[in-house]
Nanobody
Framework: VQLQASGGGLVQPGGSLRLSCAASGSIFSNNVMGWYRQAPGKQRESVARISSGGTINYADFVKGRFTVSRDNAKNTVYLQMNSLLPEDTAVYYC???????????WGQGTLVTVSS
């Protein structure tokens, strides 16, 4: 499985960005895709994940600000990020797994910088 993410960049506090990630290769029809992030000096953490059936899990720190969605026909997952804060600055990684608990495939990461 290969994952290609895009959409990162520099945005001011309070602004918005939309990340996209397309999966290709040996894709299972039932799967879980999502987003993790890693800030400098910190561990990678889950941001939001969504199953092919539409079940969603959000980290508490993004609830109400970020929205994860997917297009199963395109094997693509999106992350709409609103009301961005400086502490959202991180490299965001797309993930793919067969189930919620199985090993994940990772995309190359896209940098999101929130700064004035």
């Amino acid at each position: 499985v290969q994952l290609q993410a895009s959409g990162g960049g520099l945005v001011q506090p309070g602004g918005s960005l939309r990340l996209s990630c397309a999966a290709s290769g040996s894709i299972f029809s039932n799967n879980v895709m999502g987003w993790y992030r890693q800030a400098p000096g910190k561990q990678r953490e889950s941001v939001a994940r969504i199953s092919s059936g539409g079940t969603i899990n959000y980290a508490d720190f993004v609830k109400g600000r970020f929205t994860v969605s997917r297009d199963n026909a395109k094997n693509t997952v999106y992350l709409q990020m609103n009301s961005l804060l400086p502490e959202d600055t991180a490299v965001y990684y797309c993930s793919y797994s067969k189930t919620w608990y199985s090993d994940r495939y990772w995309g190359q990461g896209t940098l999101v910088t929130v700064s004035s």
